[in-house]
């Protein structure tokens, strides 16, 4: 590098004016005196002065010599040989000029001191003159640089020496510096700096700078001119010695850069920036010094236009500055402005920069260095040809080739992707070639080089790094011990990667030992945190690989509490999310899933991706371990619907952020499971669908996303019974019979699939297909299930369900078979206790249909009268068989009493007691109703003139007491209730207990009961029975209002079993209300649609509703048409005869009186029940209105004798009356009335009675 300074002439001028350095003398001579030898002498010496000082150096040689000649022992010998040495110095012949001031520095005179300055002079230039020659002689570069070197330590000897002599000769003022230093002064500060610029340049940095700051730091010399040329050293100084901030400082106070140095100093304050980091600063400064330097050689332009003006160094420096190229420090000033772009990130503009400075510095020898960082930009930019052929001519360049490989390397590694290992693999092979030959090319520079040893570092932690990426662990924990052993200056950084280095190779026991050696080598170090998790992680990967839970267990435990401690004690620690992750992983495969699920919480949501992506999941994994498996209270249900809503948040989260994650179709069934545990437990219809909903639409996104098992046929399994759940019973079945063929009919859960297919058809009604699949699935599974000890206990579910389904299509013996050999396979187990009650179950309904079978007999109009005492003989027997068989249930029920009280099998046995005694209640009055409904025997006529035999009227019905075993049927309900009141069985004992008692008029004690179910029922859920009970009672009561209060909830699912069963209590409601339309819009369905037609107990009831309805509101024709349906749809309802009544009392409204006989005809014709006496008694109304007085009296006077319901025969008597008083027998009338009075005088008849008879008086 170059080191310009300012010229010394101006000084020396400044001495000649003081008279310091050349004498002046008279221009004339006395011809007349004539001259002595010495003053002969004297006047050659002052011509040698007279031509110096008017610039006419060679002239002043030649006078010097001649001086020297004639006088060589002169007195001014010294002054002339110091005058001969400028001259020549001047003239350029440095060699003679340093012969001159070597013999006048000998000698003591008074110029002695700028002698030996001019000396340090002439030696500094014989060296700039020596590095001038380096361009013309590149070959001779080493030996023209030592030549110089050796020049410029001479001069630095003595511009020493002139210093010291000055500093002798001239005393240094004391106090307050003078306003002008003396020019003394000035010699003294100019030798010290030129001194300073000597050590520089022969590399001593360190002594030129303290050289420099003995000036700067001394108040004697604040006014020196040269002060600033000190400053400017020091400057130059700190800046060899990396002291960036010092020297930007102390040159930064040059400003505005005015000097003849003024470019260069602020060339190097503008690296000390650059260097510093300060790369704003930078970028202005090397602006400003290519601005500086054009400015002065456009000022020069000028001033070489006036040559005159111009002393010949001024002229020689302007002329070198505009027609040389620019000097070294300029061009290294536009070489790092590229090198400053390339550090900003602006590599497009810093390859541009480069090439132009190639292009315009084709000699620099910063060209290679330049073509090298054109390859490093491109790298950067991805050009990878353009990269390659840049760096690849460097690969043996004695400097660069390092640099150069190492970025061959980057490249190769940079074009390849690392997702394709067949383009990846290669690259890397390759790239690690280049570093190994990157860290051969630097070792030998290493030695002598510091830049070189921290290039040697980075290309063996690359090298390390690279290998790393290549897996080619070995290698890379070779390299890093390399910089660890070598003690280079990323030691510290290389242990720690050789940490990391043998984890990714799984070598996790000597990583951990590594570990532990870098914290003792490096307790402080800023990269422990990154240690100590690579440590936890080592830990933690070494207990998933250990087979010994003992030592798996050990090694979790290690890694929490390593994680711990970076968790705690690190908390900035970059990848601290990481580490919890990595403890709460921990702590999950240790089963502490409540901790772990603290620590995955306090990961941030932001921050839940990448590597941590699966956070979301495996918290909601841990939040459902925690799910309580039953919820018995309200307060359990809302804690559990709390944390499977936040379970069901994250795993939605992370299937949206992660639809391709290994772990997506998991996370989905497990949102499935949330969303329908959820659901079940919500008690408003809306908000139960829309979790069922979710839950089905989580499953059937997993369904589709994978056909891997188990998760497609667990995902199948679940959508079906989340369709059952949400009533889609059609597609639920469709779902469960994929489980019946391959390749699901071979996964673990086909069995229970096809169990729950099965219970679907069997609530559809379709009992042969389930008894069909059942068989099938026996078949198939049962041998494998028996042989697997997980499943085993699924085989009696199986066959329980089997036998259902065979019971439930009617094949009772063999459905008693199955559950006969349950319950002695599995005696006092649960199977078993369960098949017992079923197996009761299983007789009540044989023995029921025996009933029904003999029932029907009896009832049948065409039996002679053998057969009816056949049936009824039958109908005695099977009731008697019935009633064993509850007092048999009540015995089992006691049995099971010690071993298994309150269990379900207990309490069905309850149960099935109370059902039979119900049925046994309505054996007991059945013989007097079949009796009573026989036909009479109609008796051969009578011979004319005989008097006709009054009719024998049928027996008066018992009082209203209860039958005994609806007594017994009501004792074992409110026992089942007693032993287990918050039962389901318990809810379902009330319900039909209820029925009871609002069958018989008591609607506040059934009230009481299903209120009673309401206080073991979960908050907000309450079954819809109980819901139909309440409005059954209210109904009962006369209470419409309430009664659709009750069911109201219920209509929000209107196509379920409950939801149809309430759309006729919202009917009756009507009816009671007289809100006719509305009632027949809520009836009309059960008419109209065909899904309606077919509800047992429902549909014909609410046909006849309907009717009524119809006819209320004078709607006559649908009335009847409504009950011609009845009829010919449900020929077997009970409420045919009510039909048939309707009818007539439709035809009686329309006055077709003889149409309304004939209905009701038929229904006395089918029974001698009470509807058959109100019949009877509209005949005689009809009869009357036809005012057929005969045949009305004989009509209304058959009720009096065949019927004996109190207020239709007073009613029917009163009739008969006026009947009789048309047919002018007011003794007949008489005789009625007073009956009357007789058989029901608190009637409301008695008063018409009373009336009549006054009537008569």
């Not at 006047?43 to 110096?52: F, P, Q």
């Not at 018995?632 to 994650?661: C, H, M, N, W, Y």
Request: contains cysteine; charged residues 20%; aromatic residues 6%.
């Amino acid at each position: 590098m170059n080191f310009p300074h300012p010229s010394s002439r101006k000084l020396l001028l400044a001495a000649l004016a003081a008279g310091l350095v050349l004498t002046s003398w008279p221009t004339g001579l006395h011809a007349q005196v004539p001259l002595s030898p010495d003053e002969g002498a004297a006047v050659v010496l002052n011509a040698g002065r007279r031509a110096y000082n008017e610039k006419q150096f060679p002239v002043a040689a030649e006078r010097f010599r001649e001086f020297l000649k004639v006088a060589p022992n002169h007195k001014d010998a010294p002054a002339g040989r110091y005058g001969l040495g400028l001259a020549l110095l001047e003239a350029g012949d440095v060699k003679g000029a340093l012969e001159a001031f070597t013999q006048a520095a000998g000698a003591e005179f008074p110029e002695r001191p700028l002698a030996l300055y001019f000396m340090g002079a002439a030696h500094r230039l014989a060296g700039t003159q020596t590095l001038a020659q380096i361009a013309a002689k590149p070959n001779e570069e080493a030996a023209l640089r030592a030549a110089a070197a050796v020049s410029f330590g001479e001069a630095a000897k003595f511009f020493q020496q002139a210093a010291e002599m000055f500093t002798a000769r001239w005393k240094k003022p004391e106090g307050e510096p003078p306003p002008v230093l003396p020019i003394e002064g000035e010699w003294l500060v100019r030798a010290r700096c030129d001194q300073a610029e000597m050590l520089l340049r022969t590399g001593k940095a360190k002594e030129a700078g303290d050289l420099a700051w003995t000036v700067l730091n001394d108040p004697a010399w604040t006014k020196s001119r040269n002060r600033p040329l000190a400053a400017y050293h020091f400057g130059h100084a700190n800046f060899l010695q990396k002291e960036y901030v010092l020297a930007g400082r102390e040159l930064s106070q040059l400003a505005p850069f005015a000097q003849e140095f003024g470019v260069h100093a602020r060339y190097l304050l503008a690296r000390a920036h650059h260097l510093s980091g300060e790369l704003a600063e930078a970028g202005g400064q090397y602006k400003a010094v290519l601005a500086g330097y054009d400015e002065r050689k456009k000022t020069a332009q000028p001033a070489l236009q006036n040559p005159a003006a111009l002393v010949p160094e001024q002229k020689a420096a302007l002329e070198a500055l505009v027609q040389q190229p620019p000097p070294e420090h300029v061009a290294r000033t536009e070489f790092y402005s590229a090198v400053l772009a390339f550090d900003e990130g602006k590599q497009t503009d810093a390859a541009a920069m480069f090439a132009v400075f190639a292009q315009k510095y084709p000699k620099s020898a910063l060209l290679a260095e330049a073509q090298f960082r054109i390859g490093a930009c491109n790298v950067q930019l991805k050009k990878w040809p353009e990269a390659n052929a840049a760096l690849d001519p460097l690969k043996e360049h004695p400097q660069l080739a390092d640099q150069a490989l190492t970025w061959l390397a980057r490249a190769k590694i940079g074009a390849a992707d690392p997702a394709k290992p067949a383009e990846f693999d290669p690259a890397a092979v390759a790239a690690l070639d280049l570093l190994r030959r990157a860290a051969a090319k630097v070792q030998p520079l290493a030695a002598t080089d510091p830049d070189a040893k921290i290039r040697r570092a980075g290309i063996l932690m690359e090298l390390a790094d690279t290998a790393v990426l290549a897996k080619l662990f070995p290698e890379a924990v070779t390299n890093y011990d390399l910089v660890i052993n070598e003690k280079l200056d990323r030691a510290e950084e290389a242990m720690q990667r050789q940490v990391t280095a043998r984890h990714l190779a799984a070598q996790h026991p000597e990583a951990e030992a590594a570990a532990v050696r870098f914290e003792q080598t490096y307790p402080a170090s800023t990269l422990l945190p990154v240690v100590l998790f690579r440590a936890a992680e080592s830990a933690y990967l070494r207990a998933v690989k250990t087979a010994d839970p003992n030592g798996q267990k050990a090694a979790l435990a290690e890694a929490v509490a390593r994680y711990k401690r970076i968790v705690r004690k690190y908390p900035d620690f970059p990848h601290i999310n990481m580490a919890r992750h990595g403890l709460a992983t921990s702590l999950y495969r240790l089963g502490n899933h409540a901790e772990a699920a603290l620590t995955f919480a306090t990961i941030p949501d932001p921050d839940r991706s990448g590597d941590l992506a699966d956070a979301p999941y495996l918290l909601a994994d841990c939040l459902m371990r925690g799910f309580p498996a039953e919820t018995d209270d309200a307060i359990q249900a809302a804690r559990f619907i709390q944390q499977a809503e936040q379970a069901a948040k994250l795993l939605d989260v992370f299937t949206g952020a992660q639809p391709q994650s290994p772990q997506a179709a998991d996370a989905l069934l497990k949102l499935g499971y949330c969303q329908q545990r959820v659901g079940l437990l919500l008690a408003a219809p809306a908000d139960r669908t829309k979790a069922l909903t979710a839950a089905r639409d989580a499953y059937d996104k997993a369904m589709k996303l994978t056909d891997k098992e188990p998760v497609r046929s667990v995902a199948v399994f679940e959508l079906a019974k989340c369709q059952a759940l949400l009533g889609d019973a059609a597609t639920s079945a469709a779902l469960f019979a994929q489980f019946q063929n391959a390749p699901l009919n071979a996964t673990p859960n086909a069995p229970l699939a096809l169990l729950r297919l099965s219970v679907l058809q069997r609530a559809q009604g379709k009992t042969a297909e389930a008894v069909n699949i059942m068989t099938a699935c026996r078949q198939q599974h049962e041998g494998r299930l028996a042989a697997d000890p997980a499943r085993a206990p699924w085989v009696p579910m199986i066959q329980y369900e089997h036998a259902l389904a065979l019971k439930e299509s009617g094949k009772l013996p063999e459905a008693r078979a199955q559950f006969e050999a349950l319950a002695k396979a599995f005696v006092g187990k649960p199977e078993g206790l369960n098949a017992e009650w079923r197996l009761s179950q299983c007789k009540r309904e044989e023995t029921a249909a025996l009933i029904a079978t003999a029932r029907a007999a009896a009832a049948n109009p065409g039996a002679n009268p053998e057969q009816f005492a056949t049936a009824l003989k039958a109908l005695e027997t099977q009731t008697d068989a019935l009633r064993d068989s509850a007092d048999g249930y009540l015995v089992q029920a006691e049995q099971l009493r010690p071993m298994a009280n309150g269990s379900d099998a207990h309490l069905r046995m309850l149960y099935e007691a109370a059902w039979s005694f119900r049925l046994i209640s309505e054996m007991e009055t059945e013989p007097a109703k079949l009796i009573a409904q026989r036909p009479p025997v109609v008796a051969a006529p009578a011979p004319a003139g005989t008097p006709a035999k009054a009719p024998v009227a049928a027996p008066a019905p018992a009082p209203a007491a209860r039958p005994p075993a609806e007594k017994r049927a009501i004792e074992a309900y409110k026992k089942l209730i007693a032993i287990a009141p918050a039962s389901p069985v318990a809810t379902q004992a009330r319900s039909e207990l209820a029925e009871i008692f609002t069958a018989r008029g008591d609607a506040d004690t059934a009230t009481e009961l299903l209120t009673e179910s309401l206080q073991h029922t979960p908050a907000g859920e309450i079954p819809g029975r109980i819901r139909l009970g309440l409005a059954a009672a209210n109904i009962a009561r006369k209470a419409p209002a309430q009664a659709l209060a009750n069911v109201q909830p219920l209509l929000a699912a209107p196509d379920s079993p409950d939801g149809i069963e309430a759309r006729t209590i919202v009917g009756e409601a009507l009816i009671q209300q007289q809100n006719w339309p509305k009632a027949i819009e809520q009836l009309l369905p059960f008419r109209d649609d065909g899904k309606l037609h077919n509800i047992a107990g429902v549909s014909d009831r609410a046909v006849l509703r309907l009717a009524f309805a119809y006819s209320q509101s004078a709607q006559w024709a649908p009335a009847r048409q409504t009950l011609e349906t009845l009829l010919q749809r449900y020929p077997q309802s009970p409420w045919i005869d009510e039909a048939r009544y309707t009818i007539g009392w439709v035809w009686q409204n329309q006055k077709n009186y003889d149409a309304a006989v004939a209905a009701f005809s038929e229904v006395t014709k089918r029974t001698t029940a009470e509807i058959a006496a109100k019949a009877q008694l509209q005949i005689g109304l009809c009869r009357l209105e036809q005012k057929r007085w005969e045949e009305a009296a004989a009509a209304l006077v058959a009720v009096t004798v065949t019927y004996a319901y109190p207020e239709l025969v007073a009613a029917a008597r009163c009739e008969a009356a006026r009947a009789h008083l048309e047919l002018l027998k007011p003794a007949e009338a008489k005789k009625q009335w007073q009956q009357v009075l007789n058989e029901s005088p608190k009637s409301p008849w008695a008063d018409v009675a009373r009336k009549g008879l006054e009537g008569l008086k």
